[in-house]
């Protein structure tokens, strides 16, 4: 399973793709929109919106780094906001999914954890479900369940994701309004979370913290993540609430 759309075989350059540098700290902008059944089939992914931000230098420069990337990801959102009509009357669901014993798993989990309720209204949810080896319960069950309970209008689900490129671990950022398959680079079988599914808007947010074992020769995907993982996790969930946070005020 490819996480990143722009690492599939296909030449999508004639779909409308774009790239462009944000002129700050080597930052790259790219954004895809598959409109039409033919283009989701060619690519293999889901319509829908997909926006990419590369930020190579995220972990060795300062708070000003991590506050721009932060604005990037903030005006993509609004972006899709505006597009599927979110105000602040909707009810919205923020899903952080992984494993919480787990550094490179936890990028939703503490996400989750830097929202604090009381600084929204009372339409904004969050809930961490955890993983079916420890709940024994698919994990697309229990959002399903959440999102009924709450009567959301809007699931915005974050994740750690997979990529096949090194270069990528732990610095992108992949923002869709296609939805998120849940352990899908695991393989584990979880039905998707997007608006077929659940019948409300599903965005995903989600940063590399696995490497495609191919990219090695090897049969089985591989966690690879840096030494100062903990750190890592916490600056790009820092990034990821605070776009939230400052896109839903």
């Not at 009381?118 to 399903?144: A, H, M, R, S, W």
Request: hydrophobic share 40%.
């Amino acid at each position: 399973m490819i996480d990143f759309i722009d690492e599939c075989s296909y030449d999508f350059q004639k779909l409308g793709y774009k790239k462009i540098d944000a002129k700050k700290y080597n930052i790259e902008l790219l954004s895809l929109h598959v409109n039409n059944a033919f283009d989701s089939k060619s690519l293999g992914f889901d319509m829908g919106d997909y926006f990419i931000i590369n930020s190579p230098l995220i972990n060795l420069l300062d708070k000003k780094c991590f506050d721009y990337t932060s604005r990037l990801l903030k005006s993509r959102l609004k972006y899709l906001f505006k597009k599927f009509k979110i105000n602040s009357n909707k009810k919205i669901l923020i899903v952080g999914l992984g494993n919480p014993d787990i550094w490179a798993d936890r990028l939703g989990v503490e996400v989750c954890s830097n929202l604090q309720l009381q600084d929204f209204n009372k339409n904004i949810y969050k809930f961490c479900p955890n993983v079916y080896f420890e709940t024994g319960i698919k994990t697309f069950d229990l959002v399903e369940s959440v999102i009924k309970k709450v009567k959301a209008n809007l699931v915005i689900v974050v994740d750690a994701l997979c990529t096949n490129s090194l270069s990528r671990l732990g610095v992108s950022l992949q923002l869709t309004s296609s939805g998120m398959t849940p352990g899908s680079a695991m393989g584990l079988g979880n039905k998707k979370i997007c608006e077929e599914t659940v019948g409300i808007p599903c965005f995903s947010i989600g940063v590399p913290f696995m490497i495609n074992a191919k990219s090695f020769g090897l049969k089985q995907n591989i966690m690879l993540s840096p030494k100062d993982i903990r750190e890592n996790v916490k600056n790009l969930a820092y990034i990821i609430s605070k776009a939230i946070k400052e896109s839903l005020l």
